[in-house]
């Protein structure tokens, strides 16, 4: 099935620097990779996705790259400011018997200092 | 549409009581997930549904768990009896589509077992 790993566990940029966060999968098959922020004592929000029929995506400070041959994806914030400061987590869908399902990595906390 | 609706926010039982946590989905969502998280292991899948029929329970820890969605609008989470280890906070989520397309998450329900 379908494995999900995700670098690095802790994050710490200051405020206006770039953060990357990066997430490989096993399964070539996997066609849908959606990104998740949870700050401190909420809910998991989905903050951007890509398909695999894309390379990269963007939305105001967010981006995301897919490399398809290398099975990795990474989530990019420029301009980083304190409110960006939450647990992100990567997913990918699991295929065949698990096809319904979105497996995550494990979270990456990122903390903004101002 | 007001979300994916779980019920308790906070539930606080002693160890060997039975613990019922609901949740709602969004109304024609076909997809619903049962997550458990904690800080140790993570988001961690307990069990989905596809148009209310179970699909994969592969998550769930053992026989004390059982979850049930009786129709598309309903399902509960049950542990009978709860232990200390139970505690987490408990995440339902919803999607049109499944894996392929992304989730809602619920508020969560906290659940302490002392």
């Known amino acids: 099935g379908e494995n999900v790993e995700q670098h690095p566990s802790t994050l710490s940029v200051q405020e206006g620097d770039s953060a990357v966060i990066k997430c490989t999968y096993s399964d070539s098959a996997s066609n849908y990779f959606p990104w998740y922020k949870q700050e401190l004592g909420k809910r998991p929000q989905l903050i951007i996705d890509?398909?695999?029929?894309?390379g990269e995506k963007k939305d105001q400070r967010i981006a995301v790259t897919l490399n398809k041959t290398a099975k990795h994806f990474s989530l990019h914030i420029t301009e980083t400011q304190p409110e960006d400061s939450a647990v992100y987590f990567c997913a990918a869908n699991g295929y065949g018997g698990s096809q319904g399902n979105l497996i995550f990595g494990k979270g990456t906390k990122l903390s903004v200092k101002p | 549409d007001a979300g994916v609706i779980q019920s308790p926010r906070h539930e606080v039982t002693e160890m060997g009581q039975e613990v019922t946590l609901r949740c709602k989905p969004i109304?024609?969502?076909?997809?619903l997930f049962w997550y458990r998280q904690t800080m140790m292991r993570g988001l961690e899948l307990l069990i989905y549904?596809?148009?209310?029929?179970?699909?994969?329970d592969s998550g769930m820890p053992e026989d004390r768990f059982s979850a049930k969605m009786p129709n598309a609008s309903f399902s509960t989470l049950k542990i009978q009896p709860s232990e200390p280890r139970d505690s987490a906070v408990y995440f339902c989520?919803?999607?049109?589509?499944?894996?392929?397309?992304?989730?809602?998450f619920g508020s969560g329900t906290r659940l302490t077992v002392v």
């Open positions: 549904f596809n148009n209310n029929v179970p699909i994969d």
């Open positions: 989520a919803s999607s049109l589509g499944g894996g392929g397309y992304g989730y809602t």
């Open positions: 890509i398909r695999s029929n894309v």
């Open positions: 109304s024609g969502h076909d997809y």
